[in-house]
């Protein structure tokens, strides 16, 4: 179906679908309408997804770029994918303080909310 597709001969994309409760699942692949799957009990972890509820500082200066803002909130994960996005333009990558706290550097910006 519409639900998976062949990338590359190692590489299969999956839309997960939605869960009831948090934990792992095992993920495994049909390559003939679902008669016959993998066995390699590889695991997905459905966890809370993550909250933000402030910034500090919640201002910085317009055109200057780097500027160290903390990400309060809960539930972040540790992970290299971990980013802060500023407005709706692209991403900069975190630094993992806790589950509640998260560094990222500011891009420029002209001035306004993002």
């Known amino acids: 179906g519409?639900?998976?597709r062949v990338v590359t001969s190692?590489?299969?994309?999956?839309?997960?679908?939605?869960?009831v409760v948090l934990g792992s699942v095992a993920v495994e692949v049909?390559?003939?309408g679902g008669s016959d799957f993998t066995k390699n009990?590889?695991?997905?972890?459905?966890?809370t997804a993550a909250n933000v509820s402030?910034?500090?500082?919640?201002r910085g200066n317009s055109g200057v770029e780097?500027?160290?803002v903390t990400v309060i909130g809960s539930d972040f994960q540790h992970g290299t994918d971990l980013s802060c996005r500023f407005g709706t333009n692209g991403s900069v990558s975190a630094l993992y303080q806790s589950s509640s706290a998260v560094m990222c550097a500011a891009p420029a910006r002209s001035?306004?909310?993002v």
């Open 30 to 32: 049909s390559l003939n």
């Open 10 to 19: 190692s590489l299969i994309a999956c839309v997960s679908p939605a869960a």
């Open 2 to 4: 519409d639900q998976a």
């Open 41 to 47: 009990n590889v695991q997905y972890l459905y966890g």
């Open 111 to 113: 001035a306004g909310s």
């Open 66 to 68: 780097g500027q160290v």
């Open 54 to 58: 402030s910034v500090i500082p919640s």
